[in-house]
């Protein structure tokens, strides 16, 4: 009905034109329904979205300047456990060989993977800073990264278990913890640029 009142107006000749233009009017209307249909959804059935990044005093500039790696790793883990209600996390390393070892979890004996090797179309997706499902609400991979235009420097991954309400995560919750990515991995490097100086 929509192309037909574009053809009409611009005329039969013009059918791509018609086409373009009803695309756009529908890509209009329906984008702002999508994006509040998922904001209900979000909000009803993943109510316990947490500003995560104001909830770690370890990312002030302050404290990142003097906590080391010893003490960082397991403040993260347990903090992350704990606000997202999930049943372990774990801090994983990046290594030379392009797999990332376990250096810290909580719990300490949690079901989190002790040395991960991301396929390629995981990795490209950790480079973007994007945290990725472990599939049927197992948990995320959530990339610890240095911002860069492009492609991330990922030094690490946050292994984040299921859910204990098997609620899952929602959208936002990936958004929160992909931006959380950053200053995690921010801190981590300069704890650790301060280990390789002393």
């Known amino acids: 009905m929509i192309n037909l009142a574009a053809r009409d107006f611009f005329g039969t000749e013009s059918t791509a034109t018609a086409a373009v233009v009803s695309a756009l009017f529908i890509a209009t209307i329906f984008q702002p ?18 500003n995560l990044s104001k909830e770690f005093i370890e990312f002030t500039p302050e404290v990142r300047s003097v906590i080391g790696l010893k003490d960082l790793l397991p403040v ?4 992350t456990a704990e606000l997202l209600g999930v049943q372990h996390a774990a801090i994983l390393l990046a290594d030379q060989k392009g ?5 810290r979890a909580h719990p ?12 390629k179309a995981v990795h490209a997706e950790l480079a973007k800073g994007r945290a990725v499902s472990k599939g049927n609400q197992q948990g995320l991979w959530v ?3 240095l911002k860069r235009l492009h492609k991330h420097d990922v030094i690490g991954i946050l ?9 899952g995560f929602s959208s936002d919750d990936k958004k ?23």
């Open 33 to 50: 329904l999508r994006a509040g249909i998922e904001a209900w959804v979000n909000k009803r059935f993943f109510p316990d979205n947490i």
């Open 159 to 167: 292994d984040i278990g299921p859910r204990k309400n098997k609620t």
């Open 108 to 119: 300490t004996a949690s079901a989190s993977t002790g040395k991960f090797k991301p396929d």
């Open 99 to 103: 797999s990332f070892r376990r250096a």
């Open 176 to 198: 929160a913890l992909s931006n959380l990515g950053v200053e995690i991995g921010t801190s981590i490097y300069t704890a650790q640029l301060r280990a390789k100086k002393s």
């Open 143 to 145: 990339p610890l990264y």
């Open 76 to 79: 993260l883990a347990a903090k």
